[in-house]
Each structure stands twice: as C-alpha cells, then as structure tokens.
C-alpha cells in the first residue's frame, strides 16, 4: 500500500510517524521560563544527532489552539534544557508529567520529582534520573506547526554504576516508546551484531 501524506489529515499522518519510526528515545525535558517555575515534559520526537560536538533534536508541537508548548516557550526565552532520561521506575512519573498543566504548576512536584543543580545551565535536572543531558539552545526552528530545537550537550550526568571502562555504558536500559498514544518498549532484550569489513564480506560470498 502506498499513502501519500498530503492526501491524510495530519493526525493520520501523525499515527503513521510514530507507529512506523519506533523505537523512539525519548526526551524527559526540564526547562523553566522567566517565572522561575521548573518544568517537565516528555518528548520521543527525539535524538542525537552529532557527537563532535554532541547535538540533540526535540520536535516540539504546538497546542490545539496553536499557542506553543511551556517546553518550547521555556527554550525560547531561556536558550537552555536538559534532557533527563526515563527508565522504568521513573514511568509512572513521566506519565504524569505529560499531563496538560498550567504554566505556574510544576509537573516536578505534582510527580513527586526533585530537582539537582547542573553544572552549566541554570535549569535544575530531575534528581531521581539516571542519565541527563545538560544542553544549550543551539537553534530553534518554526516547522509547520512544529518547533525544531537543536542543543548542544554541554555536561553529561551519568549515575556512577553505569560506566564503565572508557566511558563504556553498561545496564542503562531507558523505556523506549512505540506506537502512539501509549505504547512503550524496554531496552533489556539486547544482542551483538559484529560489524563486518569488506574482506570479511567478501570471503562470505565465495563460500
Ligand atoms: C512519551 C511521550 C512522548 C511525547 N512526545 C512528544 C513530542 O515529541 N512532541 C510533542 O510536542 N509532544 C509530545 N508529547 C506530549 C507532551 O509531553 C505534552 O504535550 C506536554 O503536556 C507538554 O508539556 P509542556 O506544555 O509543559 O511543554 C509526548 C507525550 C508523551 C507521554
């Protein structure tokens, strides 16, 4: 079957994405606007995108009413976030997170959350993660109705237990999420796959 997207409502569309582009990572973001008041909210329009430096992009959505998400607002304003990582005794929270609050309510503590200083952003990370990523606001782009934002990761927070040897990461196992609206996977069900050279291909040929 073919589908041509400009022939589909954007919320087929949008069913299409996200039950075709799975996993998707997925981005617990903290950011906090001129009131001061921190907030957190999930994003798997999601990834890395470079490493030297290290860049992520978040797709942000406009509301219904097309007013901008606090998220993308709190970017704008501050030019920073940080990108805090949900593992599985952190979902309950992260689902309450996504709910719809008010811009002087803090997701944070209706989610029972705290708050750890970063190094060099002013925006708190959530203390109860394993993983965050301290970013600065490298650009932020209109798309469609959507807001492209790319940071530049500028500290790595990494619970100690999970590196190991030449920053080898290990048991970091992050719930990664499927179809919409609410379907999720693990990261425990892992494998090796060795990556091939050309000789090594072709001798697999010849046999
Ligand atoms: C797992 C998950 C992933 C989400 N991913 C996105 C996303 O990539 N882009 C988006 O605009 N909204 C996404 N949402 C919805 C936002 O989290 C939700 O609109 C939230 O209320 C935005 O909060 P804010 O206004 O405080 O920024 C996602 C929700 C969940 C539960």
Redesign the pocket.
């Known amino acids: 079957m073919q589908i041509d997207p400009s022939l589909h409502a954007n919320a087929e569309n949008y069913k299409l994405l996200t039950d075709l582009v799975v996993p998707r990572p997925?981005a617990w973001?903290t950011?906090a606007g001129d009131s001061g008041v921190v907030?957190?909210?999930?994003?798997?329009?999601?990834n890395a995108v470079g490493s030297a430096p290290p860049y992520v992009v978040?797709?942000?959505?406009n509301?219904d009413s097309g007013a901008p998400?606090?998220?993308?607002r709190?970017i704008q304003t501050s030019g920073e976030f940080v990108v805090n990582f949900v593992t599985e005794e952190l979902l309950a929270a992260?689902?309450i997170?996504?709910?719809?609050?008010p811009?002087d309510q803090s997701?944070l503590e209706a989610a029972h959350l705290h708050t750890a200083p970063s190094v060099q952003v002013r925006t708190p990370r959530v203390a109860e993660a394993q993983v965050s990523l301290e970013c600065r606001l490298f650009s932020s782009q209109a798309l469609g109705a959507?807001t492209l934002i790319i940071g530049e990761v500028v500290m790595f927070h990494v619970a100690d237990q999970l590196v190991g040897p030449r920053m080898h990461i290990k048991d970091f196992a992050p719930i990664g999420?499927l179809g919409s609206?609410?379907v999720?996977c693990r990261t425990t069900d892992r494998f090796e796959l060795a990556r091939l050279r050309y000789a090594e291909w072709q001798k697999l040929v010849d046999l």
């Open positions: 997925i973001i950011s907030n957190l909210a999930p994003f798997s329009f999601f978040v797709g942000i959505g509301r998400k606090d998220t993308a709190n992260m689902n997170s996504a709910a719809d609050f811009p997701e959507n999420r609206p609410s999720y």
